[in-house]
């Protein structure tokens, strides 16, 4: 009888904290930085509870029509056929942009080119370019290090850097970020695109051109916040309409200095104020 | 009496679980064999092209018909020109529907999207050297285009492809040749760096040292079957990696030879077991008679002890190809994984069992690149099936002679 009331006990306590949840659901990319500010928001705020899941971005938005999330988050815009579907549903959203990313182009630090147009890295991991004299650089063969097809950050490259192009088959693919960095330290003539935050004395990053080589740019913090670096993307949170009492306070903290400051620390681009 | 009873009670409970143990394995063997299969062939026969999407071109262009790799080509910026693939000599145009604000304001698409079937429509009907690629939902009744014709994912096509590019758009490319090549290739390089060595190391463990160097020996062999492969692979990838770039004076270490060493440290422990195992069971007065017969300590073992006990040897080398085979972690991490065809153990690879690690978790369950994702693990499963075949014929034959 006492087991019975205590798991009663814990089914109700189970059920009230389920009520107050609010879930959000998507970008594996944005997955480590929602993490860190929905801690950071529970800690300051008690009695609410956010349930951070990844899956990504395509999932979050799925989610999102299906109503199992509140909030979807996604590294792209979302897409015209899953507008036409939140629309069939019935269902109006809201599109706030949270954070940016940027990505780096890095080399061996041995190699003398430091500078390359959007045209030339499409050649180079297109496989156009297979040696660095092509690029200006030394007789050298080039070797071009991708992250695999799962990952945001491949989406992101093709997508922003080479025009939607298919990466060349004879391109490295590594499994994770810090096998990027490894290899191309080690390695005289690579050359490989990480995440901002990942980049190492060991490594040099590259200046890139949007405009046919006029002006090159180093990625920084601050180009990447004044938007002058090119290879830079939106994060977005969508939610929908009808909930937005119950997650403007997480947005709002979010949006706030001291969720701005989290995006920083956890290697992302803050939004410009 | 009573007792007697229980006692046959619990020994016919103990029989029954028992069996029902070997039952729920061999269920479970054969639902996974099952899923894994019937996942897998849903593959072949479907276009190589998103589900409720169509490839469409203008009525009046004369091509009729292109393999998924031209167009793969004309998507890429390769193929520029209609007359490269039997057309007219203009040059290709490509539109997908993020296009459309090139082509049309929004208010002529609407602001919830009603007038856009007609909006393609009309794109279709002026631009003749246009290819496009659409969800089959804004095709209007009377269509102006005409769709593609696009050939199906076959067996031959799957297995004799050399193209991997599961994620490309608009028509995927779904060819495991360099896949298998590259399995191939980094199993047998690591069953050739581990045979001698283990099969060396069990002879001396077994025939030669005494007790005391053995107990120190094994316990350090079983050790380095413990690790976990991502520090095998983590412990290539940063020492032997670089190593094998500067040995060979290679542009680029991460190559199938480094994931054939890694594999043959990790196949070591089995062979080194197993085989001394088998050394161990020739029985120690075959051992002695010939001996007495004057043959020497090494006479001994090459011509009485090894042929005695090549069935467990060969059971050993088994055991070992298929856990190099079945290795993810270590691989994918060394090997670069480049899906091209490889020709000599100096080049990237990629093998099966990245890339299904690789890929599975974010594709999208039910479509295309899932469905390839399985197949090729019916490919691994086939390839081990048939080197437990050989083994056991060989095994069989030897036994009968």
Redo the contacts between chains.
Sequence with gaps: MKRLISLTAFAIACFAFTAATVKIKGSDTLLPLAQKWAETFMKTKSGTSINVTGGGSGVGIAALIDGTTDIATASRKIKMDEKLKLQEAGKTYKEIVVAMDALSVIVNPKNTVSKLTREQLEGIFTGKYTNWKQVGGADLKIVAYSRESSSGTFEFFKEKVMSKKNFASSCLMMPATGAVVQSVSQTKGAIGYVGFAYTNSKVKDISVSYDQGKTFIAPSLQTAINKTYPIVRPLYFYYLTKVETQVKPFINFVLSAEGQKIVTAVGYVPLQK | MKNKKVRKFSEKIIENILGLSSAITSLAVILITVFLFSEGLRLFGEQPIEKNFELVVHKCNTVKHLTSLQI?NI???KIINWREVGGLNQEIKLFT??DIGQYFSDEEVGA??EFLPQRINELMIKDTAIIAYL?TKYLVKDFAGRKLDIDNITVGSFLAGK???????PVVQIGIL?LIMGTLWVCFGAILLALPLGLATAIYMAEITNHKIRNIIKPIIELLAGIPSVVYGFFG??II??ML?QTFNL????IGLAGSIILAIMVLPTIITIAEDAIRTTPNSIREASLALGATQWQTIRRVVLPNSILGITAAVVLGIGRAFGETMAV??VT?????MPNSLLQ?M?TITATIA??L????QGGLHYKSLFALGCVLFIITLITNTIVEWVTRRKKLS
Aim: charged share 20%.
């Design positions: 793969k998507f890429d910026g529907i993020n919830s999207f969800p193209e991997w590019f599961p994620t490309a758009e360099p990838l940063v990696v670089p770039q542009p680029v270490g991460e994918l991490m670069g994984n480049a899906a091209v990237p990629r690789a890929e978790g974010e594709a999208p």
